[in-house]
Nanobody, 118 residues
């Protein structure tokens, strides 16, 4: 059974930083695609960043240059370093895993709240 557990959320002032972590279990992990999504209050869930099995990354325009996604395959962890945080980054952040070779292999964590406010 695949499980994803996010941690590291909290309250931070504008301009501050947070590092989110996502621990995976029940999965091979190293060959899978890892995503971070977020859901701001009153809005739909939106994609934030991706890291592929080869380490290639991509980001939503809204976070490019401020957020960094990374993974540690040995520990089955994925991270999201968030710098220069803005109030509009306030959201519940979710970790997501996809196996591109297996249709329907798409799992989510329970989310972690990030609030950017003075």
């Amino acid at each position: 059974q695949v499980q994803l557990v996010e941690s590291g959320g909290g309250l931070v002032q504008p301009g501050g930083s947070l590092r989110l972590s996502c621990a995976a279990s029940g999965t091979i992990f190293s060959t899978h695609i890892m995503n971070w999504f977020r859901q701001p209050p009153g809005r739909q869930r939106e994609w934030v960043a991706v890291v592929h099995s080869d380490g290639h990354t991509n980001y939503a325009d809204s976070v490019k240059g401020r957020f960094t996604i990374s993974r540690d395959n040995a520990k089955k962890m994925v991270y999201l370093q968030m710098n220069s945080l803005k109030p509009e980054d306030t959201a519940v952040y979710y970790c997501n895993i996809i196996n591109p070779e297996q249709s329907g292999y798409n799992y989510w964590g329970q989310g972690t709240q990030v609030t950017v406010s003075s």
